[in-house]
C-alpha cells in the first residue's frame, strides 16, 4: 500500500472487511525518523479506532535508516554505532507500538556480514536484543523476530537457538511467514503453523514456490492454505494475520480485494474439513 496515503489505505482495508494493518514504520508512512511522532502516532490511533482496525507495526522498510544499503544497518553490523542505530529505531517501533495498542513489533536479524564468523553474528544479535526486549517488557508489548531466508535467523530451528541463548524470555515471540515456510522449511507450511504455535506473535501470508524467495499473489504458487487456516485457528493465535506483497504496491488496492476474497473461501474450507470443536480461522 505503499502508493496510497496511509489515512486512504486504512480506509480501504476497513471498506474492504480486514480486521487491522500490519504498519511499516517509513517515510510515506508513520515515518520514525520525522519529526513529531507522537502527535503522528496519536492521529493514526484515533484513525484505527474510528475503522474499528487494529495493527501490528513492522520494520522492514528497505531503506528507513540507509539511502545506499536495503535493511541497512542490521543489528549484525560491524559497526556498533550502526548497530546501535538499529536497536534505536526498533525501541521507537516498540513506543509507537504500544501508543497505538498494537499487537506487536516485528523484526529481523539481517544477513550476516561478509567476513564474520557465524558465532560473533550470533552473539552480536544476541546483544543487541538485550535493548530492545527490555522496551518490550517496559511497553507489555511482545517482540516477534521473523525467520528471513537469506538472513542469519532464517528458519524456526534459528528461532529457538536465540531464544535459548538469551533465556527465553517472555517478550521475545516469533513471527511466522507462512511463505517462507514453503520457501525452505522442511516442515509442510500447516506443520510449521502448528510447531510455532506457542510463540506465534504475528502472522504473514502469501503464496510462494519451493526454494524461490518470491512473495506471490494467493494463487501463484503453491501453498494449499485450508490447512494452514485450519492449523493456526487450533493454535488459539489471536493476533493478525496479515497479508505482504511488498512488491505489489502498484495494484494494492485490487490484490487486498482479491486477497481478502482468497482467504475467506480459504477459511470456509478450513471450517468444513476441522475436527468438531476446533477453532475459528
Given at each position: ?135 518490550a517488557s517496559g ?12 538472513h542469519l535467523l ?128
Amino acid at each position: 500500500m505503499t502508493d496510497l496515503r496511509l489515512d486512504d489505505a486504512l480506509g480501504l482495508l476497513a471498506d474492504l472487511g480486514y480486521a487491522g494493518v500490519g504498519l511499516t514504520l517509513d517515510h510515506m508512512h508513520l515515518d520514525p525518523l520525522a519529526p513529531d511522532l507522537a502527535a503522528r502516532t496519536r492521529h493514526v490511533a484515533r484513525g484505527l479506532q474510528r475503522l474499528g482496525l487494529t495493527a501490528t507495526i513492522e520494520t522492514g522498510a528497505r531503506y528507513v535508516l540507509d539511502p545506499r544499503r536495503k535493511h541497512g544497518p542490521s543489528l549484525l553490523d560491524p559497526d556498533p554505532d550502526a548497530r546501535a542505530a538499529r536497536v534505536r529505531l526498533l525501541i521507537r517501533a516498540v513506543q509507537v507500538a504500544a501508543d497505538l495498542g498494537a499487537h506487536a513489533v516485528h523484526c529481523f536479524s539481517g544477513i550476516t556480514p561478509d567476513g564474520t564468523p557465524e558465532g560473533t553474528a550470533w552473539q552480536r544479535l544476541a546483544e543487541a536484543m538485550g535493548p530492545v526486549l527490555d522496551a518490550a517488557s517496559g511497553a507489555g508489548v511482545p517482540l516477534a523476530v521473523e525467520p528471513e531466508p537469506g538472513h542469519l535467523l532464517a528458519t524456526l530451528a534459528d528461532f529457538h537457538r536465540l531464544r535459548h541463548a538469551l533465556d527465553d524470555p517472555p517478550h521475545l515471540g516469533l513471527t511466522l511467514d507462512i511463505g517462507h515456510c514453503q520457501c525452505l522449511e522442511p516442515l509442510s507450511p500447516a506443520d510449521c503453523v502448528r510447531a510455532a504455535g506457542p510463540w506465534l506473535r504475528h502472522v504473514q501470508i502469501e503464496d510462494m514456490r519451493r526454494g524461490v524467495h518470491e512473495h506471490l499473489p494467493f494463487g501463484d504458487g503453491e501453498i494449499d492454505f485450508p490447512p494452514v487456516l485450519e492449523a493456526l485457528a487450533a493454535t488459539g493465535y489471536q493476533g493478525l494475520t496479515v497479508v505482504e506483497l511488498p512488491r505489489h504496491s502498484h495494484a494494492g488496492p485490487q490484490l487486498a480485494a482479491r486477497s481478502i476474497e482468497f482467504l475467506d473461501k480459504a477459511a470456509t474450507a478450513a471450517l468444513r474439513t476441522a475436527p468438531t470443536g476446533g477453532g475459528t480461522p
